[in-house]
C-alpha cells in the first residue's frame, strides 16, 4: 500500500525525471595508486595524479538549485569557481567527488598543449565540443578537417597537414568549447527520510531523495 511520504517520493521523481536537468553521473573510486599516507601518484596513468578513477558514465537527471559564484585569486588571475546544491532521484545514491557533467551547456576553456612529431597534441583537458582559436606567436586561423581533426574521445588533436603542421614540441595555446562539469563536494542529506502511519496498521519509514553540494570543476592551467 501507496502511504503518503511514499506518494511524495514518487510525485519529486517524477518533478526530476520531467523538469530536472540532464547530467551524465561518473561514480568516483580511490585510485589504487594511492600510497599508506594517502598521497596519489602524480604520474599515475590511470587517475593523473588526482587519487580518484570514475566508472562509465550514467545518463540521469538532477533538480538543481542556489547556484552560486565567487571570485577566488590564482596565480595567473581569478577564476569563478561556482557552488551549488542538487537533488537526485530516490533510487540513485551519488558520493563524494562523484563528477556531473551538464549535456545541455556550455563553457569556454583556455589551454596550452604541445605537438608531437606525428602532429598529434597532448591532452585537453576536457572533451572539446567546438575549437575557437590558436595561439602561438600570433592569432592563427586553422579549420577542422581541413588542417586538423579531434580524436574521437575530442581530447586531442591531429594534424592533416603537413605543410602547416606544428613544429615538434611547440606550445600552441588553444580556445574551445567544453561542457561544464561539477564535483560532489558535500552529501548534505544522507540519513534523509520519514516515518508514515497514514492509512497504514503499522509506522513505515521511507527513504526521501538525497541533496548535494556540488562545486564547478577547476579548470587546471599547466
Not at 17 to 31: D, F, P, Q, S, T
Not at 158 to 183: D, H, I, M
Not at 197 to 218: A, C, G, H
Amino acid at each position: 500500500m501507496e502511504t503518503a511520504a511514499s506518494l511524495q517520493v514518487d510525485k519529486f521523481d517524477n518533478l526530476i525525471k520531467n523538469r530536472g536537468m540532464k547530467v551524465l553521473w561518473e561514480r568516483a573510486l580511490i585510485c589504487s595508486c594511492l600510497t599508506d599516507s594517502g598521497q596519489p601518484n602524480y604520474n599515475c596513468i590511470h587517475c593523473k595524479g588526482t587519487g580518484f578513477v570514475y566508472l562509465s558514465a550514467i545518463e540521469t537527471r538532477v533538480h538543481v538549485q542556489s547556484l552560486t559564484g565567487k571570485n577566488e585569486p590564482t596565480e595567473i588571475g581569478m577564476t569563478e569557481r561556482g557552488t551549488a546544491y542538487v537533488t537526485s532521484l530516490s533510487t540513485e545514491i551519488m558520493g563524494y567527488h562523484d563528477r556531473l557533467t551538464f549535456v545541455d551547456f556550455s563553457c569556454k576553456l583556455s589551454q596550452v598543449i604541445t605537438f608531437d612529431k606525428d602532429g598529434k597534441s597532448t591532452l585537453l583537458h576536457k572533451p572539446s565540443t567546438e575549437m575557437l582559436g590558436f595561439f602561438t606567436d600570433e592569432i592563427k586561423n586553422y579549420y577542422i578537417y581541413d588542417d586538423y581533426e579531434l580524436t574521437e574521445d575530442c581530447r586531442q588533436i591531429t594534424w592533416l597537414n603537413s605543410y602547416n603542421k606544428p613544429p615538434e614540441g611547440t606550445q600552441v595555446s588553444v580556445l574551445y568549447y567544453t561542457r561544464p562539469t561539477y564535483f560532489i563536494l558535500d552529501v548534505i542529506h544522507e540519513l534523509r527520510g520519514t516515518i508514515t502511519d497514514y492509512k497504514v496498521t503499522e509506522s513505515t519509514f521511507v527513504e526521501l531523495p538525497k541533496q548535494y553540494m556540488i562545486k564547478r570543476e577547476d579548470f587546471i592551467y599547466v
